[in-house]
């Protein structure tokens, strides 16, 4: 874990932290542990809601946006998506003015593929291998065609490197966009917007009258600010499973993740059920996408007085539960 090789790295001397100056640390988990750093010089970038408030909650000074300058070293802590963990590296090149940089991660979360793709762009000053995972440190890496570029899909939509879906329309989107309720209508949410695909087909119903998406990936998010340009929607940067609307909605449409990382997670999804329950009005309805194989029926019947299957595809199925049984706001 970082935590690990960070302590024995610095214990030992191998790597030396800047005596002086701050330091930036770019997309710790909550289960991350940055014990081995100086709380009072670390700024911590999260763009995911949970985290970012896990970490100011724990004292920290936590930014949602990537700071352009001004720091003595970086730290990046890897995530699986490469094309995330290479525009994170430059922009902590460019944070420190080519100034020491560490790159962590899991062998599971692919370092070593980062890592073979870095050598190519910088001489590493260090290396430390343990508990399934790498440190390694550099200095003035040459990887401006790291920086994060916008890719465009069909229809025009706009993703950003680390997204959801970010290389293509997700299939299960495109089986409930297939099947979106000809009366959706009222006050709406779309829990898990995304980078706004679903939320664009929703606004497409004239009944419509107010569409909240919501979304704790701030990127994603800024991507639904381009994509759906409509007076209806809000976007709000919250996690759908404890975010309390102010008024109860007529209609949620979802299509929940299911994975923590690398692991599948069906209680994440069984949350996004439960939570959009709490967030119905009494006669609400909620309609969700999912894989074949997740098992949200149950949890569906224990917050909904009506559940239906409505057909699917072949991977997915489309999910219904209406009038939830305790009305909660």
């Known amino acids: 874990m970082l935590d690990t090789r960070l302590t024995l790295a610095l214990r030992d001397g191998a790597l030396q932290l800047p005596d002086e100056g701050n330091l930036l640390v770019l997309g710790p988990t909550s289960g991350h542990n940055l014990s081995a750093l100086p709380k009072d010089r670390v700024t911590i ?12 909650a724990s004292g920290y000074d936590t930014v949602s946006s990537i700071p352009k300058d001004g720091f003595a070293a970086a730290l990046v802590c890897a995530p699986r998506s490469k094309s995330l963990a290479q525009s994170w590296i430059w922009a902590a090149t460019q944070a420190t003015n080519g100034g020491l940089v560490l790159l962590d991660g899991q062998k599971t979360d692919g370092v070593d593929s980062l890592l073979k793709s870095l050598k190519k762009a910088a001489a590493l000053k260090g290396t430390l291998s343990k508990a399934h995972g790498k440190l390694v440190w ?29 290389d293509g329309i997700d299939k299960g989107s495109a089986v409930l966009v297939a099947a979106m309720p000809p009366d959706l209508s009222g006050r709406v949410a779309d829990l898990g917007a995304g980078w706004g695909y679903l939320a664009r ?22 991507c ?11 976007f709000i940067w919250e996690d759908a499973t404890s975010f309390r609307p102010d008024i109860q909605y007529d209609m949620v449409i979802s299509n929940p993740p299911f994975h923590t990382g690398r692991a599948g997670d069906p209680d994440l999804g069984r949350a996004f059920i439960k939570s959009a329950a709490r967030m119905l009005k009494g006669s609400g309805r909620l309609v969700m996408v999912a894989n074949r194989h997740l098992p ?9 007085r009506e559940v239906d299957d409505l057909g699917g595809s072949p ?6 539960g209406t009038k939830p049984r305790r009305a909660r706001r």
């Open 296 to 304: 949200y029926e149950d949890t569906l019947t224990e917050e909904f």
């Open 45 to 56: 970038y999260s763009r995911f809601f949970p985290d970012h408030q896990y970490w100011t």
């Open 224 to 234: 639904a600010r381009q994509n759906v340009q409509d007076t209806r929607a809000q």
């Open 201 to 222: 087909h929703i606004l497409e119903r004239p009944g419509v009258t107010s569409l909240d998406l919501v979304e704790a990936d701030l990127v994603a998010m800024d």
């Open 315 to 320: 991977g997915f199925k489309l999910l219904r």
């Open 138 to 166: 550099f200095e003035n890496a040459d990887v401006a065609e790291w920086a994060a570029t916008d890719t465009t899909l069909d229809e025009g939509f706009i993703t950003r490197p680390g997204v959801f879906s970010a």
